[in-house]
Nanobody, 123 residues
Framework: QVQPVESGGGSVQTGDSLTLSCTTS????????GAWFRQGPGTEREFVAS????????YYSDSVKGRFTISRDNAKNTISLQMNSLRSEDTAVYYC????????????????WGQGTQVTVSS
């Protein structure tokens, strides 16, 4: 079973960059689409970005498009989220999720979730 594990969260200032990483403590991500979601204070969990295992299918939410980049290193079994030009509204717990097959943008499409990593952006 795939068990995502996130790392790389922290506290940064507005305009800074941060990279989150996700690996798996269980079986590899081979064949699985990977995604990042986030949940800010008092808000519902929302989609951030997702990508397929091999084909170049990548999706971003409008709020992060142009600032965040999702990527993966299949040899290292890692999915990353490079976050640039961070804003206070990016403050959230970021979750890595996985599903077999094509990537999606809805929470209910994903079967496997990590515990989350906190990102705090302050001015």
């Amino acid at each position: 079973q795939v068990q995502p594990v996130e790392s790389g969260g922290g506290s940064v200032q507005t305009g800074d960059s941060l990279t989150l990483s996700c690996t798996t403590s269980g079986r590899s991500f081979r064949g699985y689409a990977g995604a990042w979601f986030r949940q800010g204070p008092g808000t519902e969990r929302e989609f951030v970005a997702s990508m397929s295992w091999s084909a170049p299918l990548i999706y971003y939410s409008d709020s992060v498009k142009g600032r965040f980049t999702i990527s993966r290193d299949n040899a290292k079994n890692t999915i990353s989220l490079q976050m640039n030009s961070l804003r206070s509204e990016d403050t959230a717990v970021y979750y890595c999720a996985a599903k077999f097959g094509s990537p999606g943008v809805r929470l209910d499409e994903y079967d496997y979730w990590g515990q989350g990593t906190q990102v705090t952006v302050s001015s």
